[in-house]
């Protein structure tokens, strides 16, 4: 029997442990000659379906870990500080308010597109704010409101002093 060369199985299972943990989470694998030969629920299974089907030399057999992410609670994602934006709710660790996401959400722009407009806010970051927005639906529409009033209210002082020239 062959000696198992543990170096190239290392390369290996770095180069595929996406594709590992993905398909095969949990469950026995058996690698021989750089690809995945065997899978089945117990390292017992596998052994003993090596020898039925005589592979040599010897595959590398392991239990493929199951990767859990960590838990967001979502309350976390949204904040009020006094000093940033006026106190507004902004997405936690930017300076992106809940009022920035509504106005694009408004305009309709998905979730995912907004998350793809900022480019460095998640999927989760998006939702969490309109989740926020439609809990909180009273505050910020007078948020929205009070914006749109001072904007009304600096185009007519402009207006007025450019001697009513746009």
């Known amino acids: 029997m062959e000696t198992l060369q543990l170096p190239q199985y290392d390369e290996w299972i770095a180069d ?3 594709e590992l943990v993905t398909q095969y989470a949990g469950q026995v694998v058996a690698i021989h000659q750089g690809k995945i030969a065997i899978v089945g629920r117990s390292e017992v ?3 003993r379906e090596v020898r039925q089907v005589g592979l040599e030399p010897m595959p590398l057999v392991l239990r493929v870990p199951r990767v859990t992410t960590p838990t967001v609670d979502i309350g976390t994602l949204i904040t009020h ?7 507004r709710a902004r997405i936690v660790g ?3 308010t809940v009022q920035r996401i509504v106005g694009w959400y408004k305009l309709g722009l998905s979730p995912e597109e907004i998350a ?6 998640t999927l989760a970051q998006v939702h969490a704010a309109l989740a926020y927005y439609h809990a909180n639906r009273e505050e910020i ?5 009070a914006d749109d009033a001072e904007a009304d209210e600096l185009a007519q002082r402009h207006y007025q002093t450019a001697g009513g020239r746009v």
């Not at 500080?81 to 106190?87: A, H, L, M, Q, S």
């Not at 793809?116 to 806010?121: K, Q, S, T, V, W």
């Open 94 to 96: 930017t300076g992106v």
């Open 141 to 145: 529409e007078s948020a929205i409101a």
């Open 16 to 18: 595929h442990l996406d």
């Open 116 to 121: 793809e407009e900022f480019g460095h806010l």
């Open 81 to 87: 500080t006094p000093d940033v934006r006026g106190g």
């Open 45 to 47: 299974d596998v052994y």
